[in-house]
Every structure is written in structure tokens, then in C-alpha cells.
């Protein structure tokens, strides 16, 4: 059983920044595709980042790109989320998941194509 435990959430005023972090153990690191993905309160879960299993490429959603850098350290089996210009409506519960699909594109972006999630990190930005 897989197992991804995510940490670095909290509470930040509007415009700062928080790092995310997911450690998982090695069999269930390499060499995989993960994302990760918010809930925010009374709505859908939704994409936010996803990076290659090698760490060379990467695909975000519309609304955090330029202010969210995703990355991964395979030799710590973490992934990271680098969140900065944090808004209000970045309020939400992130969730690291690995991938189970093959092409790294638009697939990345839906939730069933991930197989093993995390229990998730609260983010609240106020205003």
C-alpha cells in the first residue's frame, strides 16, 4: 500500500507564500508522475501541478501558474510545491497523488487518473 504523507501547510495572509511538501517511500516513488491537487470548501477537487517522474517537465493549471513552481528531490522522495502570491482563493486542502496514466499531458489534470492520494495539508490565505 502506497503510502504519501503531506506537511507545510498553514495560514498566510494574501501575497505571501507557503512550501508544500509529500515524502513517500521509495517503491511508491520512483520512477513515477505525481500532482497535486486542491479541494477548496464546497467545491470539486481540482488539479493544480504535476511533475515527470525525472523531474524535467512539468504542466499546471492555468490560475497558479507563474505564482506555484512544483518540483522533487527523487534522492528524498519528496515532492514539493513552492507557493508564493497566495490569494484567497488558493484557500484549500492540497492533496499529493502519484499518477497511474501514461502520456504527461492533459490526462494529468484529471483525478481518476491518479491511483494513490494523500491525506492532504490545510492552506488558508487570508485577505
Known amino acids: 500500500q502506497a503510502q504519501l504523507v503531506e506537511s507545510g501547510g498553514g495560514l498566510v495572509e494574501a501575497g505571501g507564500s507557503l512550501t508544500l511538501s509529500c515524502t513517500a517511500s521509495?517503491?511508491?516513488?520512483?520512477?513515477?508522475?505525481f500532482g497535486w491537487f486542491r479541494r477548496a470548501p464546497g467545491k470539486e477537487r481540482e488539479f493544480v501541478a504535476a511533475?515527470?517522474?525525472?523531474?524535467?517537465?512539468?504542466y499546471y493549471q492555468d490560475s497558479v501558474r507563474g505564482r506555484f513552481t512544483i518540483s522533487r528531490d527523487n534522492a528524498k522522495n519528496t515532492i514539493y510545491l513552492q507557493m508564493s502570491s497566495l490569494k484567497p482563493e488558493d484557500t484549500a486542502i492540497y492533496y499529493c497523488?502519484?499518477?497511474?496514466?501514461?502520456?504527461?499531458?492533459?490526462?494529468?489534470?484529471?483525478?481518476?487518473?491518479?491511483?494513490?492520494w494523500g491525506q492532504g495539508t490545510q492552506v488558508t490565505v487570508s485577505s
Open positions: 497523488a502519484r499518477y497511474s496514466g501514461a502520456p504527461f499531458g492533459p490526462t494529468l489534470a484529471t483525478p481518476d487518473n491518479y491511483n494513490y
Open positions: 511533475i515527470s517522474a525525472r523531474g524535467d517537465d512539468t
Open positions: 521509495a517503491r511508491t516513488f520512483n520512477p513515477y508522475v
